[in-house]
């Protein structure tokens, strides 16, 4: 495949940021979330993905306020400070 796509694994420069190789992960939601938090199923799937060799994880499905969030609560709510360990700790991983 690589000689297919030579650019999909080379390096590339993203501002002052240089990634790995142009493989993407889109922000999507992946409803793994409990209760609006990050648990051990949503970071397992960041860490298969950099574990894939994913150059860069944006991660998506991310409520900003309490109006907006799902009966279920299974996206992440970044407005709660609740939620900030768990994202450091998926930040962590993933790096």
């Given at each position: 495949m690589s000689n297919e796509f030579p650019l999909l694994f080379s390096p590339f420069n993203l501002?002052?940021?240089?990634l790995k190789n142009r493989l993407v992960s889109s922000p999507h939601g992946t409803h793994m979330a409990t209760g609006g938090l990050t648990n051990q199923s949503d970071l397992e799937h960041h860490i298969r993905l950099a574990e894939g060799g994913v150059g860069l994880i944006i991660s998506g499905g991310?409520?900003?306020?309490?109006?907006?969030?799902?009966?279920?609560?299974?996206?992440?709510?970044a407005y709660n400070d609740n939620v900030r360990p768990g994202i450091h700790e998926r930040s962590a991983a993933v790096h």
């Amino acid at each position: 495949m690589s000689n297919e796509f030579p650019l999909l694994f080379s390096p590339f420069n993203l501002g002052s940021l240089t990634l790995k190789n142009r493989l993407v992960s889109s922000p999507h939601g992946t409803h793994m979330a409990t209760g609006g938090l990050t648990n051990q199923s949503d970071l397992e799937h960041h860490i298969r993905l950099a574990e894939g060799g994913v150059g860069l994880i944006i991660s998506g499905g991310t409520v900003v306020h309490a109006s907006s969030s799902l009966r279920n609560r299974r996206l992440v709510e970044a407005y709660n400070d609740n939620v900030r360990p768990g994202i450091h700790e998926r930040s962590a991983a993933v790096h």
